[in-house]
């Protein structure tokens, strides 16, 4: 069993576009988050939610609207995709918040054309 | 503000050679460090941690110890294996932040 779950695994998509990614967890934890990593494999935190409320926002264009319909899911969508955000964005989750040993998601590889 | 400074890469090693990636941090109050791992086309996995000063953590060979004193988290391993090419996270989470600051990631490849 995947224990955090993305999709899709690759998306390519023209500049401008709308698109979205999920994610799911089966751990029974409260707390997940959104990483970017770039082409340099530098990887930073985007988004935290616990228990589906958010607790982490970053320094992140309003583009970027996570979505949790309920604590096992958290959605990335993103509107008006630009060049810049062709990178690899990662799933994790935790528990409880405050836990700090995370679990990742395999990645979604965003390419903008 | 909190930050982890990692060796760039990358590394390549012949296998069954001694591996050392250095790792040191910058941070307030008492934080928690820890080493990820990254297989080609695969998420994160946690490797090891340490939670206080002269820790050590330890998994799969890899080692680290928390050095207070020169705020460091040595990744170390004596003999690594073809399997161990990965890219190696240093990553510090403070205290009351909820959240990680990872280094930069270091390449390891390791040739037969």
């Known amino acids: 069993d995947t224990a955090v779950s993305q999709t899709p695994k690759y998306l390519v998509t023209q500049m401008g576009n709308d698109k979205s990614i999920k994610c799911e967890q089966n751990l029974g934890h409260d707390t997940m988050y959104w990483y970017k990593q770039d082409s340099k494999k530098f990887l930073k935190i985007m988004f935290s939610?616990?228990?589906?409320?958010?607790?982490i926002n970053e320094t992140v264009p309003n583009r970027f609207s996570p979505k949790s319909p309920d604590k096992a899911h958290l959605n990335l969508h993103i509107n008006s995709l630009e060049l810049g955000d062709s990178a690899v964005y990662f799933c994790a989750s935790s528990a409880p918040r405050g836990s700090d040993t995370q679990y990742f998601g395999p990645g979604t590889r965003l390419t903008v054309l | 503000g909190n930050s982890v400074t990692q060796m760039e890469g990358p590394v390549t090693l012949s296998e069954e050679a001694f591996l050392t990636i250095n790792c040191t941090y910058t941070a307030t109050g008492y934080p928690s460090l820890f080493w990820y791992v990254q297989y080609p086309g695969e998420g994160l996995q946690l490797l090891l941690k340490a939670t206080k000063a002269d820790d050590k953590g330890s998994n799969k060979g890899f080692e680290a110890t928390y050095r207070k004193e020169t705020t460091s988290f040595h990744l170390e391993k004596g003999s690594v294996q073809v399997s161990d090419s990965a890219v190696y996270f240093c990553?510090?989470?403070?205290?009351?932040?909820?959240?990680?600051?990872f280094g930069t990631g270091t390449r390891l490849k390791v040739l037969a």
């Open positions: 939610y616990n228990n589906k409320e958010l607790i």
């Open positions: 990553a510090l989470w403070g205290s009351g932040t909820y959240k990680y600051i």
